[in-house]
């Protein structure tokens, strides 16, 4: 569904990744602030370019949801007027809309100008965007910014729904014990390279994160020695 294969982007710090996602599956990367997540992410979006390697997609743009950075939104359209915007720019029946206000918990503020939204609530409306149309590929960047515990529960659920009727996903995190209550798989990016893949059910799995975080560090400093 998603490939990247011996992908390298010279100016963006990313060297010789290889990542996949397939259908049915959920792949959480995983690393601290700037290693190269959201740099992966928009390689295999074709937001930018990569230097070497290729980058193969089996789902148009069309099947593709994505959250990336912060909710592309209307500041002066409604929360209803957005989602009716994005129904329209998908193609979809407008009548999902009320489906994705009432999953997304955005009853209370239909009729409130996206940009008097609460941070939170600015998200859920993202994410409900990126949910609406049913893609077959979902792409999430820290897609539990500024969410309530109710709303990161409510994201698990649509996630797993989406996962169990074939959709691909793939989230971005540096919270390790949010994307383990969802991932099947937990890649681990240090650098702008992936350097492990662990288990979410992996025993004490912060541990072993920090560890091969430690260690690629320490040998990144060797060789520049």
């Given at each position: 569904?998603?490939?990247?294969?011996?992908?390298?982007?010279?100016?963006?710090?990313i060297?010789?990744l290889?990542?996949?996602?397939?259908?049915?599956?959920?792949?959480?990367?995983?690393?601290?602030?700037?290693?190269?997540k959201?740099?992966?992410?928009r390689l295999?979006?074709?937001?930018?370019?990569?230097?070497?390697g290729?980058?193969?997609?089996?789902?148009?743009n069309?099947?593709?949801?994505?959250?990336i950075?912060?909710?592309?939104?209307?500041?002066?359209?409604?929360?209803s007027?957005?989602?009716r915007?994005h129904?329209?720019?998908y193609?979809?029946?407008?009548g999902r809309?009320?489906?994705?206000?009432?999953?997304?918990?955005l009853q209370?503020?239909?009729?409130?100008?996206?940009r008097?939204?609460?941070?939170?609530?600015?998200?859920?409306?993202?994410?409900?965007?990126a949910?609406?149309?049913?893609?077959?590929?979902?792409?999430?960047?820290?897609?539990?910014?500024?969410l309530?515990?109710?709303?990161?529960?409510?994201?698990?659920?649509v996630?797993?729904?989406?996962?169990a009727?074939?959709?691909?996903?793939?989230?971005s995190s540096?919270h390790?014990?949010e994307?383990?209550?969802i991932?099947?798989?937990i890649?681990?990016?240090?650098?702008g390279r992936?350097?492990?893949?662990?288990?979410?059910?992996t025993?004490?799995?912060?541990?072993?994160?920090?560890?091969?975080?430690?260690s690629?560090?320490?040998?990144?400093?060797?060789?520049?020695?």
């Amino acid at each position: 569904m998603l490939e990247l294969r011996n992908v390298s982007a010279a100016n963006r710090g990313i060297t010789q990744l290889n990542f996949s996602v397939a259908a049915g599956e959920i792949v959480a990367l995983i690393g601290r602030n700037g290693a190269g997540k959201t740099t992966l992410l928009r390689l295999a979006l074709g937001l930018i370019h990569t230097t070497t390697g290729t980058v193969r997609r089996t789902v148009g743009n069309g099947d593709i949801g994505q959250l990336i950075d912060a909710p592309f939104c209307y500041p002066e359209l409604t929360v209803s007027q957005n989602l009716r915007m994005h129904a329209w720019l998908y193609g979809i029946d407008p009548g999902r809309i009320a489906d994705s206000i009432n999953q997304w918990e955005l009853q209370p503020y239909r009729d409130r100008l996206f940009r008097k939204l609460s941070l939170g609530n600015k998200q859920r409306v993202g994410l409900a965007g990126a949910f609406q149309h049913q893609p077959r590929l979902i792409v999430l960047d820290e897609p539990t910014n500024a969410l309530d515990p109710m709303g990161i529960v409510t994201l698990r659920t649509v996630v797993k729904e989406r996962a169990a009727a074939g959709c691909g996903v793939v989230v971005s995190s540096h919270h390790l014990d949010e994307v383990a209550a969802i991932a099947h798989r937990i890649v681990v990016v240090n650098s702008g390279r992936i350097i492990t893949e662990l288990s979410p059910t992996t025993p004490q799995l912060e541990n072993r994160f920090f560890q091969a975080i430690l260690s690629d560090d320490q040998s990144n400093a060797n060789a520049d020695t």
